[in-house]
């Protein structure tokens, strides 16, 4: 097999035009933001759900990535401010966590938990997943841990990333608690500058129609049954596609910190089976120092296709047809393929060591070397499901729902050796770290079928994961450059329920 690389232009210039640069690029972005035709962009995220949490009172200062350095900055803070910021930063004052978001005084991890940080301060990407699993109106259910949690994560983290199931299955889809945990990761991170971004869970799309079918028709009272509906919430509540800025850039979680976003892919054409087009509201890409991070609209449940009827819930394609999740399905699974791609190339061109793919869904099977296949037999068997895809999309080369994403993920990390790839996802509940293709291998000439650089790792999930995490961290000059290691959060620990211990819900 023949890989073609591509010549990359030397970025070697005199400094003088590299600080001429510099700053029409910072006076482009300043116009850009001014004259952004969705409105100020700094509005607050809060005024959009009734359960809120005031934030800090201290005067916000706009960060942004000078690109393309990606060099983090402040445009409000100086050399030697931000230098006493960064070493406040590193040695954080002791508090004690109480069961309702930090107030002013409160946002500091205890002196212990940061010593086991990094020495150099906030560091790394830091994942969370499946979580909370609790309810999230009571004090003594577990809900306070997940809180110090993401504190600590926004203190001791470059980047805090939710990757879905923001609630537990069994929970109605309400405007009240779909995004309550994510936004209390996204103050967190307001509060202490780093940058929060987040992908959807099953539990808050594909699940909603459970409350339909739960020991009756409707029995359940919910704002949302359908997985389309749901997915529209998200997206306005978040401000995941208003936000714009030069068309493919867009804003963080904090609209604090731009990102790329997968704002134009098939403008204006109309999704198969659909009577509405393409958008890829949840594909984000962001640079730090040494790596890149994608987030991608991968659920679990067979990518909106899986078949609850057999499971009790009897309703399910009453209030959610089929046929809108197989447009949802294609719409999503289309905008990822061509989002892998471009987001390898661009951190390939960037001389990145690393880069990561973070969704929600388990996506592989015997120990990742194979695709998660429908079940055999009955109504989403692969034969419907080919017959799906062959009548509505025209197409015949997709056997089974994850099959796409298996094979650009196979095939983008042998096209980019000199990368190391790592999927990053939830859904089984579970710590754990495989490396895709295992049993296949580079020797051979072109017979090459893996360079043994891609990693799939799953965070810890259900009520358990309220004091723990995953930390990756990059080392450009090791030949091993990303190690990650699961975190336990030692101000959640103290909080009661004292331990890794939960109230399930």
């Known amino acids: 097999m023949t890989i073609k690389t591509r010549t990359r232009s030397s970025h070697c210039r005199p400094l003088k035009r590299i600080l001429a640069l510099s700053l029409v690029s910072l006076l482009a972005l300043a116009t850009a933001e001014v004259n952004d035709e969705h409105g100020p962009l700094h509005a607050s995220a809060d005024a959009l759900t009734s359960d809120t949490v005031a934030t800090s009172t201290t005067t916000s200062r706009e960060l942004f990535f000078d690109y393309p350095n990606q060099r ?52 790394g990407l830091c994942v969370i997943g499946c979580t909370p699993y609790v309810e999230l109106t009571r004090t003594d259910t577990g809900v306070s841990k997940y809180m110090a949690m993401v504190e600590e994560m926004a203190q001791t983290c470059d980047i805090v990333i939710h990757v879905g199931d923001t609630k537990p299955s069994g929970m109605a889809c309400n405007r009240s ?66 936000n714009e800025v030069r068309k493919r850039r867009s804003k963080d979680l904090t609209l604090q910190y731009l990102v790329d976003t997968h704002f134009n892919y098939k403008k204006g054409e109309t999704v198969p089976g659909t009577n509405y087009t393409y958008s890829c509201d949840f594909d984000k890409y962001v640079e730090l120092d040494h790596y890149a991070v994608v987030t991608l609209e991968v659920p679990g449940s067979l990518w909106y296709l899986a078949d609850e009827t057999r499971n009790g819930y009897t309703l399910q394609d009453d209030v959610d047809p089929l046929m809108d999740r197989f447009g949802m399905y294609l719409n999503a699974m ?133 004091t723990m995490w995953t930390r990756f961290t990059v080392d450009p000059t090791a030949f091993q450059p990303m190690t990650l290691k699961e975190e336990w959060s030692e101000s959640a620990f103290n909080v009661a329920p004292y331990g890794h211990s939960w109230i399930p819900y």
């Open 334 to 466: 289309e905008c990822a393929m061509d989002w892998i791609e471009v987001s390898a190339l661009k951190a390939s061109d960037s001389g990145k060591r690393a880069i990561f793919f973070t969704f929600q869904g388990i996506f592989y099977s015997n120990y990742g070397m194979d695709p998660i296949s429908q079940p055999s037999g009955g109504f989403y068997s692969e034969t419907k499901f080919k017959q799906y895809m062959k009548t509505i999309a025209g197409r015949t080369d997709i056997d089974s729902a994850y099959d796409p994403l298996f094979d650009k993920l196979t095939e983008v990390a042998l096209k980019y050796p000199n990368l190391q790839f790592t999927v990053v996802h939830a859904d089984g509940h579970r710590y754990q770290t495989l490396r895709m293709n295992s049993d296949l291998n580079n020797r051979g000439g072109s017979r090459t079928v893996s360079n043994q650089n891609l990693r799939v790792h799953m965070v810890e999930g259900g009520a358990k994961a309220l």
């Open 72 to 123: 983090l900055r402040s445009s409000g803070q100086t050399a030697a401010q931000r230098k006493r910021t960064r070493k406040a930063n590193r040695n954080p004052t002791a508090t004690t966590q109480q069961p309702t978001e930090p107030s002013d005084n409160q946002r500091q991890v205890s002196t212990a938990a940061a010593a086991s940080s990094s020495t150099k301060g906030r560091q």
């Open 177 to 242: 608690n779909m995004v309550k945990s994510v936004q209390w990761m996204r103050n967190a991170a307001k509060r202490h500058g780093a940058i929060a971004l987040y992908t959807p869970g099953d539990n808050e799309l594909n699940d909603c129609h459970r409350s339909a079918s739960a020991g009756g028709p409707y029995v359940q009272p919910a704002d949302f049954y359908k997985a389309a509906d749901a997915r529209a919430f998200l997206v306005d509540a978040l401000q995941l596609g208003a």
